[in-house]
């Protein structure tokens, strides 16, 4: 399997992971409110502190990203470009986002697909500063009660990175078990999701969020992505016995890579190692 050398040693938990409970929702992202803000008060008004959500089409504006890029320095495997701002409003296609905590303040990740006011497609990670919801529009969301995604310093990529951790209960209604996950660098995306439940007994599950990169990526109607750096947003997820009766994730995906190649599609299950990182949560249904 494809794999990218860090610039530190892996750790031995390749999965960093927290059960919690948390319930999904959906609401209406507020117009002209910054996105992290009106994503906190979305989440804040069923009485969650952070989560993880999927959105489909959708305004910006003023909106800035930044895209995958090469390392200058070498103290990375790979970094991000410079920011962009394009002017306009901004339509984005999909996106998928995790809402947690950064020194102690709401902050977010983002990766999504969109079209700038000009026709330009675009892709990336959304930076939450700078980028404000321009028309209403409704998002899934997963909240969490017992985890939070925090960013912390994280060795092994050289990055400051989200990463769940347990937190105190809100006392939000819940509905489901859950388990808030960081997967690691260079081990397989689908493998790693289907051994975790294996290892529990967890029959079912269900993907909300999922936000991170992968080493290129192989899709299943053919297509690859054969530059290394990727921002990926999972669009849909699945965990459940296959054909033969063992777990088989079903990923979809959508993806920009450092040359600005635009890719979506179903991963190939056992050759789409993760990047960097890939943060999601596990509904588990059975």
């Known amino acids: 399997m494809r794999s990218i050398k860090q610039p530190g040693a892996p750790v031995a938990e390749r999965i960093q992971w927290v059960e919690a409970r ?5 609401f209406a992202l507020q117009a002209g409110v910054p996105l992290l803000e009106a994503a906190r008060r979305g ?27 090469l390392s200058k320095t070498g103290e990375n495997a790979a970094f991000y470009s410079d920011t962009y701002r394009p002017a306009g409003l901004t339509r984005v296609k999909f996106g998928s ?10 902050f977010f990740h983002c990766h999504g697909l969109w079209t700038e006011a000009d026709g330009k497609p675009g892709g990336g990670h959304m930076m939450p500063d700078e980028t404000v919801v321009a028309e209403p529009f409704e998002v899934e969301a997963f909240g969490l009660d017992g985890a939070m995604f925090t960013t912390e310093p994280d060795p ?24 808030a996950l ?19 007994g ?7 969020g999922g936000v991170g990169s992968t080493v290129g990526a192989r899709f299943i109607h053919g297509d690859v992505t054969e530059p290394f750096a990727t921002e990926l947003a999972v ?15 079903a990923l979809d995906a959508a993806l920009i890579d ?6 979506e599609g179903r991963l190939i299950r056992g050759d789409n190692p993760v990047l960097m990182t890939m943060e999601l949560v596990l509904e588990v249904l059975g």
Not at 97 to 106: C, E, I, K, N, Q
Not at 162 to 169: D, E, K, L
Not at 235 to 249: K, R, Y
Not at 258 to 263: E, V
Request: with cysteine.
């Open 22 to 26: 948390g319930r999904a929702f959906s």
């Open 43 to 69: 989440f804040a008004a069923e009485g969650f502190a952070g989560g993880v959500l999927n959105f489909g089409s959708g305004a910006v504006g003023p909106f800035a990203y930044v895209m995958p890029a």
């Open 97 to 106: 986002m995790t809402l947690g905590m950064r020194d102690g303040a709401p």
């Open 156 to 179: 092994e990529t050289n990055f400051k990175l989200f990463g769940p951790v347990a937190s105190a209960s809100t006392g939000a209604r819940t509905t489901s078990r859950a388990f």
């Open 182 to 200: 960081r997967l690691r660098p260079n081990q397989d995306f689908a493998g790693c999701l289907e051994e975790f439940c294996r290892a529990r």
């Open 202 to 208: 967890i029959a079912r599950a269900k993907i909300h």
């Open 235 to 249: 669009t849909a997820g699945t965990i459940a016995p296959g054909p033969s009766g063992a777990l088989e994730a």
């Open 258 to 263: 450092y040359t600005g190649g635009i890719a």
